[in-house]
């Protein structure tokens, strides 16, 4: 049973251009989301974050919106690098600071 | 400051041996925790800690042991290891009361033959 579903494997996007990425998430007491960037050969970073409480976080070139009726959460990157080249996971904390993540979505900028 | 650190990076096992992953961290925090990643898939939860001496199953906990006997380690054990366990293994550690943002290691690769 994924509870987090990132059913985009990879997407590829220009240089300069918006990347966006979603996800899909099915238990609604899920309080909090994160994004993590994923390097090989490395393990993930955080990213950006946001609460339930919230629609919208920002932080740079990286916006995180949620839609809690649709319980879909989508990261937009603008405007996207070379180095935003990497697989990104969207988590959901599930109590007590477990979190599940999806299966990632592996992000290209194309030059 | 070297963050989360885990040992070894890779490692080769035959079915039925037994092996520890390291793992240790020095930023002082309380939760520790054990994932690993299949290929093309998330991350799963086998075990974590919320402090010294406290440890709980995650999602897919059998087939290994952990302890946490100080802050700072949290050791994996696999007992007879099997194929299904060959995987990316990450450690993570992140700061109680925090915004749950997790610190991880660059990961172990175990393949088990």
């Known amino acids: 049973d994924q509870q987090v579903k990132q059913n985009s494997p990879s997407l590829s996007v220009q240089e300069g251009r918006i990347s966006i990425l979603n996800c899909d998430y099915t238990?609604?007491?899920?309080?909090?989301f994160l994004w993590y960037k994923k390097y090989p050969a490395e393990g993930p970073t955080f990213l950006i974050s946001?609460?339930?409480?919230?629609d919208k976080n920002e932080d740079g070139r990286f916006t995180v919106f949620l839609n809690k009726s649709a319980k879909h959460l989508s990261l937009h990157i603008v405007p996207s690098q070379p180095g935003d080249s990497a697989v990104y996971f969207c988590?959901?904390?599930?109590?007590?600071?477990?979190?599940?993540f999806g299966q990632g979505t592996r992000l290209t900028i194309n030059p | 400051n070297a963050g989360v650190t885990q040992t070894p990076k890779f490692r080769i096992l035959k079915i039925g041996q037994s092996m520890t992953l390291q793992c240790a961290q020095d930023m002082n925090h309380n939760y520790m925790y054990w994932y690993r990643q299949d290929p093309g898939m998330g991350l799963k939860l086998i075990y974590y800690?919320?402090?010294?001496?406290?440890?709980d199953k995650g999602e897919v906990p059998n087939g290994y042991n952990v302890s946490r006997s100080t802050t700072e380690d949290f050791p994996l054990r696999l007992e007879l290891a099997a194929p299904s366990q060959t995987s990316v293994y990450f450690c993570?550690?992140?700061?109680?009361?925090?915004?749950?943002?997790?610190?991880f290691g660059q990961g172990t690769r175990l393949t088990v033959v």
């Open positions: 988590a959901a904390r599930g109590g007590a600071q477990k979190l599940v």
């Open positions: 800690s919320v402090g010294a001496g406290i440890t």
């Open positions: 993570a550690s992140s700061q109680r009361g925090s915004n749950t943002e997790a610190f």
């Open positions: 946001i609460s339930s409480i919230k």
């Open positions: 238990n609604s007491m899920f309080d909090y």
